[in-house]
């Protein structure tokens, strides 16, 4: 609060799109947040689309959001904070970040390239612009008469391949 100049902070809006999950979320994170900090969240919510393009505008104060990996890289999710990202939607903006992940895309030793993520993640972490909650996660049976189901890292399934014994 001393840091932004506030003597008092003001209620804090929590947005996000319309979903029973999300919505029990926000209402446990609004709890905690009055519980242990003594700060009031106002909770609103508002259909995808308005959502998204209200997020991708930088016009919500304090929002919900989510992240899927397509691959199994740590960049996979690192350059979504780079400086006009166009999936940064917390308006981060740090050089030595962006430095950090411009000399991973040009370093040739895997070792030293996960040395700079790692780096960089670091900071990311340390500046904190966004609060990690939990991840997707999804249960799935199989029988042991199906075969060939490709499961990937980071998890999809695919079936195209599968045969039935």
Avoid: C
């Avoid at 209620?11 to 700060?39: K, R, W």
């Avoid at 903006?93 to 370093?107: G, H, M, V």
């Avoid at 909650?133 to 189901?149: A, I, M, Q, R």
């Amino acid at each position: 609060m001393a840091e932004e100049g506030y003597d008092e902070l003001p209620t804090v809006t929590l947005s996000y799109n319309t979903s029973d999950e999300h919505s029990i979320v926000a209402q446990a994170i609004q709890e905690m947040l009055v519980e242990n900090l003594g700060v009031d969240i106002a909770l609103e919510n508002s259909e995808w689309a308005v959502f998204m393009e209200a997020q991708q505008g930088l016009e919500l104060q304090y929002s919900r959001s989510s992240f899927l990996g397509g691959y199994n890289d740590p960049i996979n999710f690192l350059t979504n904070f780079t400086t006009d990202n166009p999936m940064n939607r917390t308006d981060f903006s740090n050089e030595e970040f962006d430095s950090l992940i411009d000399a991973s895309y040009e370093e040739e030793d895997a070792n030293t390239r996960f040395d700079l993520l790692l780096e960089a993640e670091a900071l990311l972490m340390e500046e904190a612009p966004f609060v990690p909650l939990y991840f997707y996660n999804h249960t799935f049976l199989y029988k042991p008469e199906v075969n060939d189901v490709v499961r990937h890292p980071v998890g999809f399934v695919e079936l195209k391949y599968a045969s039935l014994d």
